[in-house]
């Protein structure tokens, strides 16, 4: 029955075709950032985490929502309930790269990629060597801006200040 299994064949590649494309439009759209996937998650597989995980060598303590494990693999995961966005922030993308380090100074391997969970979507973000030698950059800025004496804004975003409890004396809201 070759006709059959070729057509078989041909049913599935359109299907995958399909999909593909739909996937590529829906990105498209989307505006995600390289290495960033809308995904389908079982949140039923995710396992809290109960302890702040802490590495020395980062001096870098915190805890992902959850954990999940994938082919022995540990990948973080992280909700923001009511966040509705298209694309993910980069600061929470910063803060799941956070994780993943965290996971792999502790577990002993790097996880390929994390979740980002908001209210209506999942993200699948790569946790790439340029996302974390980002992160380790901004981790030294951190540090180094914490011991100086007077530090500029870095953000124009007036909804920020506006729930920040250092409003009043900061001398830098953006309204
Ligand atoms: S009020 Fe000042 S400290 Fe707070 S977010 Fe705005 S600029 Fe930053």
């Not at 078989?8 to 739909?22: E, T």
Request: proline letters at 7%; charged letters at 25%; a positive charge.
């Amino acid at each position: 029955m070759p006709v059959c299994f070729a057509a078989l064949v041909l049913l599935a590649l359109g299907g995958a075709l399909g999909f593909w494309s739909l996937a590529r439009r829906q990105r498209a759209r989307a505006g995600l950032p390289p290495g960033a996937r809308v995904t389908y998650a079982d949140t039923g597989a995710w396992e809290r985490v109960a302890q702040p995980l802490f590495s020395r060598r980062y001096a870098l303590t915190g805890k992902p929502d959850y954990i999940v494990e994938n082919a022995g693999n540990k990948i973080p995961v992280e909700v923001k309930p009511n966040r509705v966005a298209p694309a993910p922030y980069h600061s929470d993308v910063l803060q799941l790269v956070a994780y993943g380090l965290l996971l792999e100074e502790t577990f002993g391997a790097p996880p390929a990629y994390g979740l980002l969970k908001y209210r209506d979507v999942v993200f699948e973000i790569d946790l790439t060597k340029d996302l974390r030698a980002e992160l380790l950059a901004t981790l030294n800025a951190l540090r180094r801006d914490a011991t100086a004496r007077d530090v500029a804004r870095s953000h124009t975003e007036p909804q920020r200040c506006r729930g920040c409890g250092f409003r009043a004396t900061c001398g830098q809201t953006t309204e």
